[in-house]
T-cell receptor, first 109, second 115 residues
Framework: SQELEQSPQSLIVQEGKNLTINCTSSKTLYGLYWYKQKYGEGLIFLMMLQKGGEEKSHEKITAKLDEKKQQSSLHITASQPSHAGIYLCGADVGGKLIFGQGTELSVKP | GAVVSQHPSWVICKSGTSVKIECRSLDFQATTMFWYRQFPKQSLMLMATSNEGSKATYEQGVEKDKFLINHASLTLSTLTVTSAHPEDSSFYIC???????????FGEGSRLTVL
């Protein structure tokens, strides 16, 4: 079965600093999703990547999928308190989505 | 944009009772919906895939008689936790897609507390 490993599990950064969250799959990814969640709330869709080498950006968040399609990174530039939350990567496995364990991000003002 | 709505957002029930959670796609038809469970400080665990007009597909280890799923229309799937016990207390989230590989939309989640 496919497994997703996220790192780090938690992250505390100073406001204004850049950060990167990684997601590694045990198998080739055919669709990689990034979501953000506030604890106890639903998920907010950030980006979806499908092609090897693909890169997408939205505001200060950039996500990349490596050429081999087994690793993705989420990069936040000039972090703000509003970026705080749990970031989850999800993999499309036969039409259903499985998730990594999540990365909890705290941004200190 | 597309919205998925869950109801209720939170529910408290007594042990032994059954609880129904609804998941609705508000502005699109969802041939497939997914039900997840999330424990505090943990990730989402896929419970089952709900298919409109057919039986749900359950993930390994999920009791289908315990967690009844019905997807009677293209906009509504329900999850019924039968004979709930305190260990069933959790955050349940649904997601819906239109059938194509693309963005999946998530509901706001339903927090179940079983006393």
């Amino acid at each position: 079965s496919q497994e997703l490993e996220q790192s780090p599990q938690s992250l505390i950064v100073q406001e204004g600093k850049n950060l990167t969250i990684n997601c590694t799959s045990s198998k080739t990814l055919y669709g990689l999703y990034w979501y953000k969640q506030k604890y106890g709330e639903g998920l907010i869709f950030l980006m979806m990547l499908q092609k090897g080498g693909e890169e997408k950006s939205h505001e200060k968040i950039t996500a990349k999928l490596d050429e081999k399609k087994q690793q993705s990174s989420l990069h936040i530039t000039a972090s703000q308190p509003s970026h705080a939350g749990i970031y989850l990567c999800g993999a499309d496995v036969g039409g259903k989505l499985i998730f990594g364990q999540g990365t909890e991000l705290s941004v200190k003002p | 944009g597309a919205v998925v709505s869950q109801h209720p957002s939170w529910v408290i029930c007594k042990s032994g009772t059954s609880v129904k959670i609804e998941c609705r796609s508000l502005d699109f038809q969802a041939t497939t919906m997914f039900w997840y469970r999330q424990f505090p400080k943990q990730s989402l665990m896929l419970m089952a895939t709900s298919n409109e007009g057919s039986k749900a597909t359950y993930e390994q280890g999920v009791e289908k008689d315990k967690f009844l799923i019905n997807h009677a229309s293209l906009t509504l799937s329900t999850l019924t936790v039968t004979s709930a016990h305190p260990e069933d207390s959790s955050f349940y989230i649904c997601s819906a897609g239109s059938g194509n590989t693309g963005e999946l939309f998530f509901g706001e989640g339903s927090r179940l507390t079983v006393l």
